[in-house]
């Protein structure tokens, strides 16, 4: 599972940026580990939270070449290591591939990705006439059945053409 990426190293002894791309905070706590998507295992010596992103020192990074060598590289978690979730909270790769249905039952398309950028998610979804953003919210998405494989969106008029 993603929880950041490394855009930029920062400083001569090996600290970087990373946008994170999580809602826990101690995912980068001091002794955690992570994988970079080139295979590497590391772990967080020290994380300052920042204005464009979190400095992050890890064990295995000593120095600003090393550091340079990490930019652009996604940071991981194995999915087992996922905080738990509130009742009617999913993460994002459990909606994607998700079926759409009109409260009818008409299947209208597949979510094919999840934008949670802003304060308000939003659901991507392909139907036969293009993409469409639909809100994450209960309005919107009433019913969302991840063993049946789909979900339910309430649709007004223009939210789906």
Same mark, same amino acid.
């Given at each position: 599972?993603?929880?950041?990426?490394?855009?930029?190293?920062?400083?001569?002894?090996?600290?970087?940026?990373?946008?994170?791309?999580?809602?826990?905070?101690?995912?980068?706590?001091?002794?955690?580990?992570?994988?970079?998507?080139?295979?590497?295992?590391?772990?967080?010596?020290?994380?300052?939270?920042?204005?464009?992103?979190?400095?992050?020192?890890?064990?295995?990074?000593?120095?600003?070449?090393?550091?340079? @060598?990490?930019?652009? *590289?996604?940071?991981?978690?194995?999915?087992? /290591?996922?905080?738990?979730?509130?009742?009617? &909270? =999913?993460? #994002?790769?459990?909606?994607?591939?998700?079926?759409?249905?009109?409260?009818?039952?008409?299947?209208?398309?597949?979510?094919?990705?999840?934008?949670?950028?802003? @304060?308000?998610?939003? *659901?991507?979804?392909?139907?036969?006439?293009? /993409?469409?953003?639909?809100?994450?919210?209960? &309005? =919107?998405? #009433?019913?969302?059945?991840?063993?049946?494989?789909?979900?339910?969106?309430?649709?007004?008029?223009?939210?789906?053409?």
């Amino acid at each position: 599972m993603l929880v950041g990426t490394v855009v930029k190293p920062h400083g001569l002894k090996g600290e970087v940026v990373v946008i994170p791309q999580t809602d826990d905070r101690a995912r980068f706590a001091r002794g955690r580990s992570v994988h970079t998507s080139d295979g590497r295992a590391l772990t967080v010596r020290r994380n300052t939270p920042g204005e464009k992103g979190w400095l992050i020192s890890f064990e295995e990074i000593g120095d600003r070449s090393r550091a340079q @060598e990490l930019v652009g *590289l996604h940071l991981l978690i194995d999915s087992q /290591e996922r905080r738990p979730l509130a009742p009617n &909270e =999913f993460w #994002p790769d459990q909606l994607i591939g998700l079926e759409v249905r009109e409260l009818s039952g008409q299947q209208v398309g597949r979510v094919t990705n999840v934008d949670d950028s802003l @304060e308000q998610a939003r *659901l991507l979804i392909s139907t036969p006439t293009g /993409e469409v953003e639909v809100p994450f919210v209960d &309005e =919107f998405v #009433p019913e969302v059945d991840l063993a049946g494989g789909y979900l339910v969106v309430a649709s007004i008029p223009g939210l789906l053409d």
